[in-house]
C-alpha cells in the first residue's frame, strides 16, 4: 500500500501491511480531482469497462427518446421510461434523466447499461471533484468532463454499446439554461433552444420546432415536454408514451437558478388529458388520421 | 568505522511523540460538537485555507496540525468514501470504517518514518432518524501515533486541549439548539487563544444537520455566525 505523502521517499507504508485497508481505496497513489480517473489508474478492476461486449450479439436493453429545451427560467430535461431488447420490452419504468448535482442534469439515449452507468460515475465525479477541491466545476467543465467520459468508451461505442447523452444545467455565472449534445466520438456540441436524441428524438425534434419558444412559462414548458415525447411515442416504437393504466410518466426536471425540481405526475397527467382532449376535438395535429 | 549509536526504542518512540505534540501544539485548536440537529465542527482559522472538510453525506472531518499532511489525510478520506460508496451504496459509508483507516495509515507512519505525521484528526458523522442501524451520531479522534478514540457530545484537538476540554466540561449541555452550541464554542476557542474573543471572520464553522436530505454538510458563512454570535 502506498500512502500518498508529502515526499514519496519518506511518506510511505509498506505495501500489504495494510491489504484491506488498500483495498477499500485508502492510500491510493493517485492525486488528482478526478473520479473517473481514479476508478481508471487505481481499481482498473471496478472501472466500467465494455469493450470487450456487443451490443448485437448481447441483446442488451436500449432507449429511447430524450430531450431538452429552453424555457424562460431555465432549461428542462425529460425522457420516456421504456427500455427494449429488440423488439421486446425489457422495462417500462427505466429512469433515463438524472440529476447529477444542484444544477446539472444529464439525460441518457443508447444501450442501457453503459449509459446509467456513466450517468451514475458522472454524479460522482462532480461532488468528488467539489469535495475534493472544495469548489465545483463550471457548467462548461462539466460538460467537458462529459464527452472525455463519453470519448473513453469509444471502443465499446464501436461494438454497438453506443451511449449518446443530452446535458443540461443551469449556469450560474451567465445566468441562463445551457444545454450540450454530444456524438460517439466525445464530440460536444451546444445547442442554442432545443435538442432531442434517441430513436424517437427526430420526432421530438420535429414536434419541438413548431412549439418550441424560450420565454415559455413552466406551464407552457411542461406542455412542449409532453407533447413532443408522446408525438416521438406516436411514431417511433422504441419509445414508450405515459400509461394512464399502470401510471407511468415521463420523468421531467426543471433546472432553475434555485436549483433542480422534478414535475409531479399529477402535473404530467392534468398536462396529458388537456392535450389529449384537444387532439380528441380534432383542433391538435393528427388525432383523427 | 564509526559504529552507530544505539538508541532504545523506548526513547525513539518518545522523541517521535514530543516532535508531533510540539508541531501540533503550535497550531490552533479545533473543538466538535453535538447539537440538537446534528455536529457542529469550529476551527479557529483565519486563513483560507481550510481545516474542515466534507468527507460523504453524513460525514465531516476536522484536521489541525500541519496543514499540507492533514489536506492530505482529507483528500485520501474523500477517495476513500467516494469508491466505497461507488462499490456498495451509499448507506455502506461509515465513520468508524474511515476512522479506522485513518488510525491504522497514521499509525503506520509513526512507527515506521522517521518523522511522524504532525496531525490529529476528528471523523464526525451524523446520525440519521430516518436511516435504521444510522441513528446514532458518532466522533471518533484519530492522534499523531495513530491511537483512536471515540467520543460522545464534544471532542477537542490541538493545542491547549485540556483547558478546552474543562470548559466545555463544566458548559456542555446535550440537544441544545445551533445558537448555543455556537456561542459554547466560540467561548471555549476564545479560552485557547490568550483568553481574547475569536471574532466571527477568523471562525471556521461546519454543521452536519440531520434534516438534510442526502449531503447534510454546510459550511456557515461569517453573516450567519455573526447573527448567531451577536457581535
Not at chain 1, 237 to 262: H, K, N, W
Request: net charge negative; proline share 3%; charged share 25%.
Amino acid at each position: 500500500m502506498r500512502f500518498p505523502g508529502l515526499d514519496s521517499g519518506t511518506f510511505r507504508a509498506s505495501r500489504g501491511s495494510g491489504a484491506a485497508v488498500a483495498g477499500s481505496g485508502f492510500g491510493s497513489g493517485y492525486q488528482g480531482s478526478s473520479f473517473s480517473e481514479l476508478l481508471q489508474v487505481e481499481f482498473p478492476h471496478l472501472a466500467p469497462d465494455f469493450r470487450h461486449a456487443s451490443g448485437e450479439a448481447l441483446s442488451v436493453p436500449h432507449g429511447t427518446t430524450v430531450l431538452a429545451f429552453k424555457y424562460a427560467e431555465g432549461v428542462i430535461v425529460a425522457g420516456d421510461r421504456l427500455a427494449t431488447e429488440g423488439l421486446r420490452v425489457a422495462s417500462r419504468d427505466v429512469q433515463k434523466v438524472y440529476a447529477t448535482d444542484d444544477h446539472s442534469m444529464i439525460a441518457i439515449a443508447g444501450a442501457a447499461g453503459p449509459a446509467i452507468e456513466m450517468a451514475r460515475v458522472m454524479r460522482i465525479e462532480l461532488e468528488h471533484y467539489e469535495k475534493i477541491e472544495g469548489l465545483g466545476l463550471e457548467l462548461d467543465g462539466k460538460a467537458n468532463k462529459l464527452s472525455q467520459m463519453i470519448r473513453a468508451n469509444m471502443p465499446a461505442a464501436m461494438q454497438g454499446l453506443v451511449v449518446v447523452p443530452l446535458f443540461a444545467g443551469y449556469d450560474l455565472r451567465r445566468k441562463q439554461g445551457r444545454m450540450w449534445k454530444f456524438d460517439v466520438t466525445g464530440g460536444r456540441y451546444e445547442e442554442a433552444e432545443f435538442e432531442a436524441t434517441g430513436s424517437g428524438g427526430l420526432y421530438a425534434r420535429e414536434s419541438l420546432k413548431k412549439s418550441h419558444h424560450s420565454r415559455a412559462s413552466r406551464q407552457e414548458a411542461l406542455e412542449m415536454a409532453v407533447q413532443a415525447l408522446t408525438d416521438a411515442a406516436d411514431e417511433d416504437r422504441g419509445t414508450g408514451g405515459i400509461d394512464m393504466l399502470r401510471g407511468i410518466f415521463p420523468t421531467v426536471l426543471l433546472c432553475s437558478e434555485p436549483g433542480i425540481a422534478q414535475a409531479r405526475e399529477s402535473e404530467l397527467r392534468e398536462v396529458y388529458e388537456s392535450i389529449m382532449a384537444r387532439r380528441a376535438r380534432g383542433n391538435g395535429a393528427g388525432a383523427r388520421s | 568505522m564509526s559504529m552507530p549509536f544505539y538508541v532504545s526504542p523506548e526513547q525513539v518512540m518518545q522523541d517521535k511523540a514530543e516532535y508531533a505534540r510540539k508541531g501540533i501544539g503550535r497550531g490552533k485548536s479545533s473543538i466538535t460538537l453535538e447539537f440538537a440537529d446534528g455536529i457542529l465542527l469550529m476551527a479557529e482559522n483565519p486563513s483560507s485555507l481550510s481545516k474542515i472538510g466534507e468527507i460523504y453525506d453524513r460525514i465531516a472531518f476536522a484536521g489541525v496540525g500541519k496543514f499540507s499532511e492533514f489536506d492530505q489525510l482529507r483528500k485520501i478520506g474523500v477517495r476513500y468514501a467516494d469508491m466505497k460508496g461507488y462499490q456498495y451504496s451509499r448507506d455502506d459509508v461509515r465513520g468508524r470504517a474511515l476512522a479506522n483507516a485513518y488510525s491504522q495509515a497514521i499509525g503506520d507512519v509513526f512507527t515506521r518514518e522517521l518523522k511522524p505525521l504532525e496531525v490529529e484528526v476528528i471523523v464526525a458523522e451524523v446520525g440519521d432518524p430516518g436511516l435504521v442501524g444510522h441513528e446514532e451520531s458518532e466522533i471518533y479522534r484519530v492522534a499523531f501515533d495513530g491511537s483512536i478514540s471515540d467520543h460522545s457530545g464534544y471532542c477537542v484537538l490541538g493545542g491547549s486541549e485540556e483547558e478546552l476540554l474543562g470548559h466545555l466540561q463544566s458548559n456542555y449541555s446535550e440537544n441544545s439548539p445551533l445558537g448555543e452550541a455556537l456561542r459554547l464554542g466560540h467561548s471555549a476557542l476564545g479560552r485557547a487563544s490568550d483568553g481574547s474573543a475569536v471574532s466571527p471572520d477568523q471562525l471556521e464553522v461546519c454543521v452536519l444537520e440531520k434534516a438534510r436530505i442526502g449531503r447534510k454538510f454546510r459550511r456557515l458563512n461569517t453573516d450567519e455566525l455573526r447573527q448567531h454570535l451577536g457581535g
